[in-house]
T-cell receptor, first 112, second 114 residues
């Protein structure tokens, strides 16, 4: 039973446009969410996070939105750049565990 | 600051053989994690250490997998004997403490069991 779902295995976007990556979760106990970015042959690297007490967190070109009632979060990348091409993992934590549950990832390709 | 180091980067073995992976976390990081990432899936935690003690090994298949972190720094993960379904990338990560949400990952060891 997947508690964190990334239903789009891949996404293709033109350079300069917005990339929107989606993530849904089922466990209402999750209270902290993270996005990781992974290049081939490298480990995931932390990108941005959001606490359940917020509905938006921004860091440069990256913004994460959280809709708790819908159990949905999204990562917006504006403007998208070819160097953003990577696999993006959504992960969720409960306060008691601090062990992230990862989604399957979405492969983003940004075309020049 | 050096990142998390792992070796080997790639390993091919036959089923029923043994294999060991090594991880050196970021200096000063007390917490170390081993994850298994099967192709097409997200990383799944196998074991978490806090210094040299095990915090969580509930998802470690203990009949064939073992891990240790004897001096609270480096760690090794062993599989004995390996099965075909163990083919995956094994990721090591570290964090400052057990309650630091940000984990820093190594490049992983890609294991292929034939």
């Amino acid at each position: 039973d997947q508690q964190v779902k990334q239903n789009s295995p891949s996404l293709s976007v033109q350079e300069g446009r917005i990339s929107i990556l989606n993530c849904d979760y089922t466990n209402s106990m999750f209270d902290y969410f993270l996005w990781y970015k992974k290049y081939p042959a490298e480990g995931p690297t932390f990108l941005i996070s959001i606490s359940s007490i917020k509905d938006k967190n921004e860091d440069g070109r990256f913004t994460v939105f959280l809709n708790k009632s819908a159990k949905h979060l999204s990562l917006h990348i504006v403007p998208s750049q070819p160097g953003d091409s990577a696999v993006y993992f959504c992960a969720a934590l409960t306060g008691g565990s601090y062990i992230p549950t990862f989604g399957r990832g979405t492969s983003l390709i940004v075309h020049p | 600051e050096a990142g998390v180091a792992q070796s080997p980067r790639y390993k091919i073995i036959e089923k029923r053989q043994s294999v060991a992976f090594w991880c050196n976390p970021i200096s000063g990081h007390a917490t170390l994690y081993w994850y298994q990432q099967i192709l097409g899936q997200g990383p799944k935690l196998l074991i978490q250490f806090q210094n040299n003690g095990v915090v969580d090994d509930s998802q470690l298949p203990k009949d064939r997998f073992s891990a240790e972190r004897l001096k609270g720094v480096d760690s090794t993960l062993k599989i004995q004997p390996a099965k075909l379904e163990d083919s995956a990338v094994y990721l090591c990560a570290s964090s400052l403490g057990a309650f630091q949400e940000t984990q820093y990952f190594g490049p992983g060891t890609r294991l292929l069991v034939l």
